[in-house]
């Protein structure tokens, strides 16, 4: 099972209708219930019962959503956790830039800067550059922003 087929299977549940869940995500009703289909096959279990207001889950439907659910967030978080641990071991410097201050001059001295550090990528981060977003700010330091471009 993979996590496109457990995606399409939160969705029918949540639609409550394999063309709902289709056209929400923009395949094709028959590739919905072949999605299902493969889902059910692999647990062995009845997941939807069909009423006259739609697909409603069984019991063993609900226990799946439920930790589907739970696995899909899970997997998006670790997927997360990887990106950021990748950017503290990668060389990626975010610098927060602001409206009142334009990041142009950064952008414009970077060739100068890459050679010597060929490794090295720069993010801007934009901020709101207000005395009420000072707190807000120093928060993100070393947090979300490595630098800040300012005068």
């Known amino acids: 099972m993979n996590n496109l087929q457990l995606e399409t299977f939160i969705h029918v549940a949540d639609m409550g209708s394999f063309n709902k869940a289709a056209e929400d995500l923009y395949i094709s009703p028959p590739a919905v219930i072949k999605q299902i289909n493969a889902v059910k096959a692999e647990l062995e279990v009845s997941l939807f019962i069909r009423t006259h207001r739609g697909l409603v889950l069984t019991d063993a439907g609900k226990s799946f959503y439920k930790d589907a659910t739970y696995l899909l967030q899970y997997f998006k978080g670790s997927v ?40 090295m990528k720069f993010q801007l981060v934009p901020f ?23 005068r």
Not at 83 to 110: C, F, R, V, Y
Not at 134 to 139: L, P
């Open 80 to 119: 997360e956790r990887a990106k950021t641990a990748a950017e503290k071991n990668g060389h990626i410097l975010k610098i927060g830039t602001s409206p009142m201050i334009p990041g142009q001059i950064l952008i414009d001295l970077w060739p100068q800067i890459h050679p010597y550090l060929p490794d």
């Open 128 to 150: 709101e550059n207000t005395p009420e977003n000072a707190k807000e700010i120093q928060r993100a330091f070393r947090r979300n922003i490595d630098l800040i471009n300012g």
